[in-house]
């Protein structure tokens, strides 16, 4: 089995299409049985209902943190293999198929490359450009979507509840001691909102603070407002038409 975990904070907007995509990137990917969990950290939306309502298994936790939202979908999770996407990123049929081929041939984990969705500022786009040529330089994986195995999550004792944000970083670098890590080349459409919603002043801020003041930092959520004040656009963004504009492919043919 498969197991879909979707963590999730008042995303009542995004969530509906994120599991429409996984099931039909399951459906069509593998004819192995598949879950999808949500793990509701403590939305104050309509994220439990619209999961509930799309048949997904939902998980209730009080943390506020993307790290424990990931593990506890993991320890409610009945599958062999695990897939960690985020409630508003989409992924497809090959994320799917390549991802499984990937464990099966001996990889300890991976994760894909990142393009994001809708209209963004051309600041936003030459970082966005800059920072996934560095950090996939690099061979770690996106938050947004990263899978490997029930043996694999456990051994490495799963996403480290002492960061707020960079988990997947650690989490990457774990995995890579136990065998080799594959980053997809079939990007992700993921959101772009933050792109949208902060200015460029803002971004940089918070990135170079991060930057400079390390680990001390990652373990802060009170220093990490833009990842954590809960700010949602007010409207959804086509992500298919953002797909194709980016790809210059329908993602619904993969």
């Known amino acids: 089995m498969i197991s879909f975990v979707i963590p999730a904070y008042n995303e009542q907007l995004e969530l509906s299409s994120t599991i429409a995509a996984i099931r039909h990137a399951a459906v069509t990917g593998t004819a192995q049985s598949y879950e999808v969990i949500v793990v509701d950290d403590a939305s104050g939306d ?101 899978f490997t195995s029930r043996r694999n999550f456990d051994a490495i004792g799963g996403f480290d509840e002492r960061y707020f944000i960079g988990e997947e970083v650690y989490f990457s670098l774990a995995l890579k001691k136990l065998g080799r890590f594959k980053v997809l080349r079939e990007p992700i459409l993921t959101s772009g909102r933050k792109l949208r919603m902060y200015s460029a002043r803002q971004i940089f801020g918070n990135t170079l603070a991060i930057i400079l003041g390390g680990s001390r930092v990652a373990r802060s959520r009170a220093k990490l407002h833009l990842w954590y004040d809960g700010k949602r656009e007010t409207g959804i963004v086509n992500f298919a038409e953002a797909f194709e504009e980016e790809t210059g492919r329908d993602a619904g043919k993969q």
Do not use: M
């Open 46 to 146: 309509a994220t439990s209902e619209i999961a509930t309502t799309a048949g997904a298994r939902v998980i209730s936790i009080n943390r506020r943190q993307i790290a424990a939202a990931r593990n506890a979908g993991a320890r409610a999770a009945n599958g062999q293999y695990l897939f960690f996407v985020d409630a508003d990123t989409r992924i497809n049929k090959a994320h799917v198929v390549e991802a499984i081929g990937a464990l099966g041939t001996g990889y300890a984990g991976g994760s894909a490359r990142v393009i994001t969705d809708g209209v963004i500022p051309l600041w936003g786009r030459v970082f966005i450009r800059v920072f996934c040529a560095l950090y996939f330089g690099f061979n770690l994986g996106a938050g947004a979507f990263l």
